[in-house]
């Protein structure tokens, strides 16, 4: 590895010794961008990585809310924006109790290169709450909501910053934020919260997004193959908005999505979950009780397996883990190149630790695809909810999906291209790393060192 690269990893892990998942990414990051550093002495004399992995700000916060019982609760808030040379910083929000200061810098670490590869003008950031909207009522998530927001508005703006949803932040909380967002601001300023519903200012097609952008992105990878998506059996985890949006394009497109995950067991139905009934029906489930899926299992008469994940399992063409980090560690690794199964296209943020990262790279039978680049269509189409915000109009569905496959190919392509031409032969990993990076290099060293 190239000395620089070595050098910021380590004072990058002695400065932030506790923060396994942030270190965790900047080592896969900084580690593949070897060819291009060497190529670029200027960026060590600018102190280029070390002003990348270091965020421009990072905001925490007390957020005090009541519940129905007239009880407060204090949660801790966080929005580390992290790089905006390309644009205002975009990034989601995540309410989790597993939310810490080294899960929102692992996020939005990812994010500023996931957006950089977008080729749209956005910077990335990411935010959250130790929060845990499950088990709460509406009324509950409301007023935590507003809470959040009443100390988050002065830090974001439609030319500042815009957060969107993330894992336990989606339609319903989303509403809520911007809700308090317009009152604080005392202006419909849609620009500053995307992710919005399409009646109160959102995009048509956000919430499908970002499985339908895996799909599209999944269909390049197969395409480069001489094969096609039709007929293709899918295993993924995770049936949240992105595992719903990859179920629904899968069988628009032919493929089926054979096996799915939750945090109780998997899901084997071989007919696959195609039909406007199963997809309605796992709509409903969630919205019930998100961490149970065997009742999809009862009603359509298929097998479940309590407490177990689906990889290994050989009747599948492609592995998508699409539930949280480190889904996929080395022993999950090990079962899945033993499958014999071809593709392993990543989409939650980081689902692969990096030993079983490098091990699924190492397999010559394997083509893995990383989430950055797999799961950006969502960011992608956040910051169309933000142009068509900015000219106070809407697109049609027909308009945002044309626009989402081309963003989709874009990055693709970009990523093997650049791939390529390092010599790094077809390597969607780096070549994905490497095509983000350059854009925010670029960025930054055309604005000053600061
Ligand atoms: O991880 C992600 O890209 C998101 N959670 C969506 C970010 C956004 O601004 O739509």
Wanted: aromatic content about 10%.
């Amino acid at each position: 590895m190239n000395a620089y690269i070595q050098r910021v990893i380590d004072e990058t892990k002695k400065k932030n010794p506790n923060e396994p998942e942030f270190l965790q990414t900047v080592e896969e990051v900084l580690s593949s961008l070897s060819p291009v550093i060497d190529a670029h002495p200027e960026y060590e004399k600018a102190c280029l990585l070390e002003r990348m992995v270091e965020p421009e700000r990072t905001v925490e916060f007390r957020v005090t809310w009541m519940d129905d019982n007239g009880q407060y609760h204090v949660n801790r808030g966080y929005r580390v924006q992290y790089n905006a040379a390309l644009g205002p910083y975009k990034g989601g929000l995540r309410f989790d109790p597993s939310v810490n200061l080294s899960i929102v810098k692992f996020l939005g670490f990812e994010q500023v290169y996931k957006d950089a590869l977008t080729g749209l003008p956005i910077g990335g950031a990411k935010g959250g709450c130790d929060f845990d909207p499950r088990g709460k009522s509406d009324a509950e998530v409301m007023r935590f909501c507003q809470a959040f927001m009443t100390e988050l508005y002065r830090h974001i703006g439609q030319d500042i910053d815009c957060p969107a949803g993330d894992l336990g932040c989606g339609g319903r909380e989303i509403g809520y934020l911007y809700g308090q967002y317009r009152r604080l601001v005392g202006a419909a300023e849609f620009g500053a919260v995307s992710g919005k519903a399409v009646c109160t200012g959102g995009s048509i097609l956000r919430p499908e997004a970002t499985g339908f952008g895996a799909v599209y992105y999944l269909c390049e990878v197969l395409k480069h193959d001489g094969e096609e998506i039709k007929g293709k059996r899918i295993a993924m985890s995770g049936y949240g908005n992105v595992g719903w949006g990859i179920m629904k394009k899968a069988a628009e497109l032919g493929a089926k999505v054979v096996y799915f995950a939750g945090p109780d067991g998997y899901i084997h139905d071989p007919d696959g979950v195609d039909t406007e009934e199963k997809l309605n029906y796992i709509l409903e489930m969630r919205a019930k009780d998100p961490m149970h899926c065997q009742p999809y299992a009862e009603k359509f008469g298929c097998e479940f397996v309590a407490g177990k994940k689906c990889w290994g399992v050989k009747d599948v063409d492609i592995y998508m883990p699409a539930a949280t980090q480190n889904d996929v560690n080395l022993d999950w690794a090990k079962k899945i190149a033993e499958s014999g199964v071809k593709y392993y296209i990543e989409v939650a943020n980081m689902p692969t630790t990096n030993e079983a990262l490098e091990f699924l790279k190492e397999q010559k039978h394997i083509i893995v695809a990383p989430s950055k680049a797999v799961n950006a269509g969502g960011v992608s189409v956040s910051e169309l909810e933000m142009a068509q915000n900015a000219e106070r109009l809407y697109w049609t569905a027909e308009e945002v999906d044309a626009k989402l496959k081309g963003i989709m190919k874009n990055i693709y392509a970009s990523s093997v291209e650049v791939a390529e031409r390092y010599g790094l032969g077809y390597d969607l990993v780096a070549g994905a790393n490497i095509a983000g990076f350059q854009k925010v290099a670029d960025a930054m060293m055309a604005q000053g060192i600061f």
